[in-house]
């Protein structure tokens, strides 16, 4: 099959989609009755659409339940006195929500994933249509509170979201610097799937692995089957590089090297190569280019590792989800996770609920890629745009 080469440099799975300093989960708290929450955006559902809504699902933070509140969860219009868009405070459509649940039946730090919405309470939603999902105290004493995680976000970078979380205190909405953190779960014909809002980051864990040549585990990987046959010439990797650090970036097909880069001190070489060179201490996406584009085979298991090669730190970014299924939410979708080995090789251990925040760019695909049965969106949620 031939292969046709893309015009402009960062083109491909850039991960984690928006750029975040210091990845992590927020917590907001719904701490008094007249609080709202609220995530609204684009539907964006990788299997297409109409599907059925039934529920919905978050990432709990702290719980203190000690005046017998109960909360519900809701679905409502997106509103038109944005921007930033926010829930209308009317439903869309029928009214759709899940009976009150006792706030003492939630766990904290866990993933909540909701009960179904009230029986013939229904919502059709297609990919694209305009939703707000609104959690809320339906009952509420004492001085209970809940808190939600979302995403962490620079500032700077609020603007480019394509979705937001907003908070109603004082009966006005409020958007708030944080990437939101949801799943849309469908029910047809007996058959599950998974949306979310366009732009979102559904994970109900966000946090970092520290990494030496010492360390256990020392390499990290992302096994990836592509769907499709493509080229890659370079790679975005989410980390942290301490002073000193070196470390190389790899790919593998099984046991066997396809190609390496090296990176780090600027005296460092590799087969000739001298290293490429990042600022230390901070967290990004750093870029590292091969020595020339690798082509990989739909089907075909295939291992992008970071390696340290000395005794100083660096740190790699990961996410973990509550259900291997809500990874066809990210770029790549499940056959995109996590694995690592100890130091001197060996055998990987898979993990497929986890995903580092690497990234491939890529250097060419398929020239009928856009005939029948190509890739859909679940490979590229956001599209050429939000990659260069």
Known sequence: MAQKNLLGPGQGINYPQMLMSSPSLIATAMSAATTELGWSGYAYIPSGGPKTLVRVGFPLAA????????????VEAVGTSGP??????????????????????????????????????TLTVNPGDKISIVASFATYGGSDSLQFRNAALTSAAVALLQCVFA??????????ALIP??????????????????????????SALTLNSGSTPSEVGLAFTPALPYAIDAVNIGMIVNAAA???????????????????????????LPAQIYVAGAGRTNLVTFPGPTSVAAG?????????????????????????????????????????????GGAWTFLTTRRPMFGLNFFSLPDDTGGGGGQNRAALPSGLSALG
């Open 300 to 344: 075909t298991q295939y291992i992008l590792s970071v390696n340290p090669t000395t005794a100083n730190n660096i740190v790699v970014y990961y996410i973990d989800v509550a259900d291997v299924n809500h990874l066809s939410l990210h770029p790549g979708g499940v056959n995109y996770s996590y694995c690592s080995r100890p130091a001197g």
């Open 167 to 176: 908070t109603k205190i004082g009966g006005t909405w409020a958007a708030v």
């Open 246 to 272: 070196n470390w190389t970036t790899n790919l593998y097909q099984g046991t066997t090297l396809m190609t390496t880069a090296l990176s780090g001190s600027p005296s460092a070489t590799i087969s000739g």
């Open 63 to 74: 719980i203190t339940s000690a005046g017998g509140s109960t909360v519900k969860v809701e």
């Open 181 to 206: 953190n949801v799943v849309l779960e469908f029910l047809d014909g007996g058959v599950t799937s998974w949306g979310t809002l366009y732009g979102a980051i559904p994970c109900s864990f966000l």
């Open 84 to 121: 930033p868009m926010q829930p209308a405070d009317v439903s869309l459509g029928t009214p759709v929500a899940i009976a009150p649940v006792a706030l003492s039946s939630l766990s904290p730090n866990a993933w909540w994933r909701t009960a179904a919405f009230a029986s013939g309470a």
